[in-house]
């Protein structure tokens, strides 16, 4: 079935480190991609998405590019911030349901 | 209203007691979800509505859990006889788009926590 896989935490970083988080997806057809976030005390929140593939998301500087050759969709910063510790959720979009991932838990430090 | 309201935010409950866990949607929302999110865990599909019309209920973990949306804008999850494994955090998330192919918006969520 539809699922997603994202990798495993918590990470820990220093403030102005590169961030990867991978993520990998199963699915038949054609998805829409998604990162959420999930800060402290919040609700999840969009943070990007991308809807074909080849497409790459962006916001608040994170970046994914949706790529089918290998159903990857990780989620990349080049420079974290402390504002950045929260818990991240790779999700697919089949069309008649979300799948999240596990979420990866990220902390940066000063 | 501005986002997704759920109440209560926190509830416990004793082993064998109902409850009751309301999601006020985005306004002019037509689809509304409701997941389930264990500790450490993504959240997990229980159903999903559009309108007042229960299309996709196949996530609720057994007939103790019912859901309903009378009036196609609140809804309310109810779980019967509630047992330590529905601790959980129920979220709920409403969307625009008919098709789900569009952003979720979620509620902060109602923390359950059953004893």
């Known amino acids: 079935g539809d699922s997603v896989t994202q990798m495993e935490g918590p990470v820990t970083l220093s403030e102005e480190a590169f961030l990867t988080i991978n993520c990998t997806y199963t699915?038949?057809?054609?998805?829409?991609l998604f990162w959420y976030v999930q800060y402290p005390g919040e609700g999840l929140q969009l943070l990007l998405k991308a809807t074909k593939a080849d497409d790459k998301g962006s916001n608040k500087g994170f970046e994914a590019t949706y790529r089918k050759e290998t159903t990857s969709f990780h989620l990349e910063k080049g420079s974290v911030q402390v504002s950045d510790s929260a818990v991240y959720f790779c999700a697919l979009n089949t069309g008649n349901q979300f799948y999240f991932g596990t979420g990866t838990s990220l902390t940066v430090i000063p | 209203g501005a986002g997704v309201s759920q109440s209560p935010r926190y509830k416990v409950a004793k082993r064998g007691q109902d409850v009751a866990l309301r999601c006020d949607p985005i306004s002019g929302h037509v689809s509304l979800f409701w997941y389930q999110q264990a500790l450490g865990q993504g959240p997990e599909f229980l159903t999903y509505?559009?309108?007042?019309?229960?299309?996709?209920k196949s996530g609720l973990p057994s007939d103790r859990f019912f859901a309903e949306r009378p009036e196609g804008s609140v809804s309310t999850l109810k779980i019967q006889r509630t047992q330590q494994e529905d601790s959980a955090v129920y979220l709920c998330?409403?969307?625009?788009?008919?098709?789900?192919?569009?952003?979720?918006?979620f509620g902060e969520g109602s923390r359950l926590t059953v004893l």
């Open positions: 509505f559009q309108n007042e019309a229960q299309l996709d």
């Open positions: 699915a038949t057809g054609y998805p829409s």
């Open positions: 998330a409403s969307t625009s788009e008919r098709l789900n192919t569009g952003e979720l918006f």
